[in-house]
């Protein structure tokens, strides 16, 4: 799998948008990019995931880079309660060849102040 | 639809112990992983079962195990606990290596 970088911590206004960086130089073609987030001492949340086409959906909106080495997920108007680590993770689809995992790097803090 | 439920919320065992933990997927999923959350550490990926057969485990020893039942739940087992074993224990289930969707955990405390 695919090595991500991101920003350890990040602030965002109230009701602004927030925009999660992700960077993935050496994603490969048939690699997808995930995004996870962790309220504190909860389990991940899935929130979108996306190969090279924009997506969007009722949480987030996920930008991918045509060259596909870096992606950013935005959160159009940030609460209080999207305070959370948001995670990248670039995985093939199925990983059923790959070991299934998930491997959690060690994500961006977002802290979303009124 | 009901998401991934884990049994129990909070468990304290003493060191030597043995601790179970119980994970029941979503309906229709048939793969079920378990990562690891240690204070101040990432998540690190312990097991994946599906179809009732384990299918990958990550580099943690022998006395973790776990198996999957018939309708596929899971069980983790950790003998001998030690105190670096007090953890946030998270389960997730899939369809086919489809997205993860992750329970609310057990805390693991090791006295």
């Known amino acids: 799998d695919a090595k991500t970088t991101q920003p350890p911590s990040m602030d965002c206004a109230e009701g602004r948008a927030a925009n999660l960086p992700c960077n993935h130089s050496?994603?490969?073609?048939?690699?997808?990019v995930y995004w996870y987030r962790q309220i504190h001492s909860q389990g991940p949340q899935y929130i979108i995931h996306?190969?090279?086409n924009n997506e969007t959906n009722e949480m987030a909106s996920l930008i991918i880079t045509e060259d596909r080495k870096s992606s950013t997920l935005i959160l159009p108007h940030a609460t209080l309660r999207d305070t959370a680590v948001y995670y990248c993770?670039?995985?093939?689809?199925?990983?059923?060849?790959?070991?299934?995992?998930?491997?959690f790097g060690q994500g961006t803090e977002l802290s979303v102040k009124p | 639809e009901a998401g991934v439920t884990q049994s129990p919320t909070h468990l304290i065992k003493t060191r030597g112990q043995q601790a179970t933990l119980r994970c029941s997927p979503i309906?229709?999923?048939?793969?079920v992983y378990w990562y690891q959350q240690a204070l101040g550490l990432g998540l690190q990926f312990l097991l994946w079962y599906d179809e009732g057969e384990e299918r990958n485990r990550g580099n943690f020893p022998p006395r973790f195990s776990g198996r999957q039942f018939p309708n596929y739940s899971s069980e983790l087992n950790v003998n001998a606990l030690e105190l670096e074993d007090s953890a946030l224990y998270l389960c997730?289930?899939?369809?086919?290596?489809?997205?993860?969707?992750f329970g609310p955990g057990t805390r693991l405390t090791v006295l």
């Open positions: 996306g190969l090279k």
């Open positions: 050496t994603i490969s073609g048939n690699e997808y």
């Open positions: 993770i670039v995985r093939v689809r199925h990983g059923y060849n790959q070991g299934g995992k998930l491997i």
């Open positions: 997730a289930s899939s369809s086919w290596g489809n997205e993860q969707f």
């Open positions: 309906s229709g999923h048939t793969s």
